[in-house]
């Protein structure tokens, strides 16, 4: 049973940073493209970052560009999201998705494109 779990969140001041995970159980990564989302009460979901199988791609919404880094581990079967310089604003509870793509090179950025998701984890930002 293909299932992913993420980890990581919880509560920081502003400016700090948070390391989320995204584990795979069930399946291997190293084939599946991630996307991280977002979504805070009230409001869309949001696409944060993805990447692509082999790593080559790294897509950013441009409200994390430069402070957040996505990263693979497919020997570990994760993925992460560095997050850095964090805001109030990146208050959310933040999901993983993975799709199965043949070309490693591809991600996407919108959640309709993907078709397996985690539970989310909640990530605070607040003084």
């Known amino acids: 049973q293909l299932q992913l779990v993420e980890s990581g969140g919880g509560l920081v001041q502003p400016g700090g940073s948070l390391r989320l995970s995204c584990a795979a159980s069930g399946f291997t990564l190293e084939d599946y493209a991630i996307g991280w989302f977002r979504q805070a009460p009230g409001k869309e979901p949001e696409g944060v970052s993805c990447i692509s199988s082999s790593g080559g791609r790294r897509d950013y919404a441009v409200s994390v560009k430069g402070r957040f880094t996505i990263s693979r581990d497919n020997a570990k079967n994760t993925v992460y999201l560095q997050m850095n310089s964090l805001k109030p604003e990146d208050t959310a509870v933040y999901y993983c998705?993975?799709?199965?793509?043949?070309?490693?090179?591809?991600?996407?950025?919108?959640?309709?494109?993907?078709?397996?998701w985690g539970q989310g984890t909640q990530v605070t930002v607040s003084s």
């Open positions: 998705a993975a799709r199965e793509l043949s070309s490693p090179y591809v991600c996407y950025d919108l959640e309709r494109n993907y078709n397996s």
